[in-house]
């Protein structure tokens, strides 16, 4: 059974810094795709960065140059580097991973971590 835990959020100023933690757990073979969605109040989920198939980054057009996705592969472990926070950065931020374990495939999504962007 793979299960993702996060850490990270909070409450910060416009302006300022936080970093995100995600790490995936369990019988993992091989993981695919990993990264950071988030769901304001009365919003759809959008994606914010992520890692493709293959390593490549992928990044929501409102987040670039502000936010910085990595990762510790060997240690199943994706961050979120987000500078510059805006209000509009608020909302309740989720870790994605697909992937195979040693006899099926798996997606799933994190319990979700807040980060409120206030004064």
């Known amino acids: 059974q793979v299960q993702l835990a996060e850490s990270g959020g909070g409450l910060v100023q416009p302006g300022g810094s936080l970093k995100l933690s995600c790490v995936a757990s369990?019988?993992?073979?091989?993981?695919?795709?990993m990264g950071w969605y988030r769901q304001a109040p009365g919003k759809e989920r959008e994606l914010v960065a992520r890692?493709?198939?293959?390593?490549?980054?992928n990044y929501a057009e409102s987040v670039k140059g502000r936010f910085t996705i990595s990762r510790d592969s060997a240690k199943n472990t994706v961050f979120l580097q987000m500078n510059k926070l805006k209000p509009e950065d608020t909302a309740v931020y989720y870790c994605?991973?697909?992937?195979?374990?040693?006899?099926?495939?798996?997606?799933?999504w994190g319990q979700g971590t807040q980060v409120t962007v206030s004064s």
């Open positions: 994605y991973a697909d992937g195979d374990t040693d006899d099926s495939d798996f997606g799933l």
């Open positions: 890692f493709e198939n293959g390593g490549s980054t």
């Open positions: 369990g019988n993992i073979f091989r993981i695919n795709v």
